[in-house]
């Protein structure tokens, strides 16, 4: 029995929960979780917790904002109670799917800032400045610097006269004058704002000579928007705002299985335990499937090849990798020859980034699975349509069987149903978020239980001892 600890269960997983405290042999902590009529979430701890370790158990699935309100609630609740230190166990990690890195129209990471675009000759400066340093002589500047200096200012806006008619009462006459008398001309005044107005009123008389030509033509319709050389397309940051929540309402310590982005352990400034189940999908193959020395490990996207080849290399297990290619829709266009084509060249090819291109990408298998076992491996089924696509293909390539080793089986939606038609033979998923629903519906679903992992993780940062080992053996 573990003393001086305190392990507080929300109600996202009250089965896990249970299953954590039975393992270290403490009782469950008596807490009042409900809600007002009103919706706002309502938490009592209805014993002490000062100076006592505490480790409160919540999973991110379900009702996940709820669940992540509750959450902040109890350890704001812990503090505030005198908590030694306050331990957030969070089995599947919420929002942990929308990382920080902003990502292009072509799909390529934003990591550096684009080249600043180069700008006209008679824009640019020198860039030693005009006080020189001592036994160097003095530059040029305005009056030899800059295209010729003054005179050189002065050609150009002679020919811009020239151009714009000649007529000695125009704006450009104006400034020429004002800058010969060796005055700076106001903001207003400059050649390109004049121009802009200039422009802008000759727009403005077009536009309504062609609305009294045709008064009876329909309102233009709005161009979409195109960004210009140098804007950037940012992505919500998600990750840092979690980090913050949970630091800020006094976690001092998580504990969390399988980040789907391991960048997010660089979000906190806490310590971050990230567990992994692949010990457990391990001891699965190697004793619930025959011959599995002859089967394939298969990587469903090229985001989790990492994962599936160090279960491979660890089993000594040929390896398979699914790629996935999208090519955008393109309107119908004319070839040289003059043909109608309606297929984008292969050199518009990119990585998909919208939810809908991801669900309708194109399907490539890399490596052979004729006639043998395939395992795919992933870290997370939510929608479950990369797994059953993903299985269709390998049926298609002559698998015999297809099995799904999944961390979190989140399944919403009508992910069962998907899995019930699809040709997976058998899903495999671990309890980091409840399954006993999801067993009821689905046959082919099997379930690994993690609460001796985490229930051990608790023990051990309670103890002060590592937790290095448990990713290595469990």
């Known amino acids: 029995m573990v003393r001086n600890m305190v392990v507080l269960g929300g109600s996202s997983h009250p089965q896990l929960n249970a299953a954590i405290t039975n393992h270290l042999g403490i009782p469950p902590s008596n807490v009042l979780l409900s809600k007002f009529s009103v919706g706002e979430t309502r938490v009592e ?17 379900g009702s996940v904002n709820d669940n992540l309100m509750e959450l902040l609630i109890l350890i704001s609740a812990c503090k505030f109670a005198s908590a030694k230190k306050i331990t957030a166990v969070l089995p599947l990690f919420p929002y942990s799917r929308q990382s920080d890195l902003p990502y292009d129209r072509a799909g ?41 200096g003054l005179d050189g200012l002065r050609t150009k806006l002679s020919k811009a006269r020239i151009n714009d008619g000649g007529s000695p009462t125009s704006p450009l006459a104006s400034q020429r004058a004002v800058l010969a008398n060796g005055t700076t001309p106001r903001r207003s005044n400059t050649l390109d704002s004049t121009r802009s107005d200039r422009d802008g009123a000759s727009a403005a008389a077009a536009g309504t000579s062609a609305a009294a030509a045709a008064p009876s033509t329909a309102a233009t319709t709005t161009l979409p928007f195109q960004p210009q050389p140098g804007y950037k397309q940012w992505v919500a940051q998600a990750g840092t705002l979690m980090a913050d929540l949970l630091r800020c309402a006094g976690a001092q310590h998580i504990i969390t299985m399988d980040l789907h982005d391991p960048q997010y352990q660089g979000f906190f400034d806490i310590p971050v335990d990230n567990l992994y189940a692949r010990p457990l999908l391990k001891n699965y193959i190697q004793y619930n499937i025959p011959g599995y020395k002859d089967a394939v490990i298969v990587s469903p996207d090229a985001g989790g090849a990492k994962r599936a080849t160090a279960i491979a290399d660890g089993l000594n297990m040929d390896f398979a990798l699914i790629h996935k290619v999208f090519f955008p829709v393109k309107s119908p266009h004319l070839c040289p020859g003059g043909a109608l084509n309606v297929d984008p060249p292969a050199s518009q090819e990119r990585r998909p980034t919208k939810i809908t291109d991801r669900q309708n990408a194109t399907m490539m298998l890399v490596g052979d699975v004729a006639n043998r ?17 993903a299985a269709k293909l390998l049926k298609k ?19 069962i149903e998907r899995i019930n038609a699809s040709a ?8 980091s978020v409840p399954q006993h629903e999801h067993r009821q519906r689905c046959p082919k679903l099997e379930v690994l239980d993690v609460g001796t992992v985490f229930a051990e993780a608790i023990r051990r940062v309670h103890h002060g001892e590592s937790v ?7």
């Open 45 to 61: 701890i209805n014993e002490s917790v000062r100076g006592k370790e505490v480790f409160i158990v919540q999973s991110g699935c």
């Open 108 to 148: 390529a990471p934003l990591t550096r800032a684009p080249a600043a675009t180069s700008r006209p000759e008679f824009y640019t400066f020198e860039s030693r400045p005009e006080t020189p340093p001592p036994n160097h002589p003095q530059s040029a500047g305005l009056n030899g610097g800059l295209n010729g």
């Open 373 to 389: 076992l395939a395992i795919l491996v992933d870290d997370l089924a939510d929608t479950a349509n990369t797994i059953t696509r």
């Open 397 to 415: 390539e002559g698998a015999t069987k297809v099995y799904a080793l999944l961390t979190h089986g989140v399944l919403s939606g009508d992910a």
């Open 424 to 431: 997976l033979d058998k899903v495999v998923v671990t309890n």
């Open 468 to 474: 290095s080992v448990l990713f290595h053996m469990i």
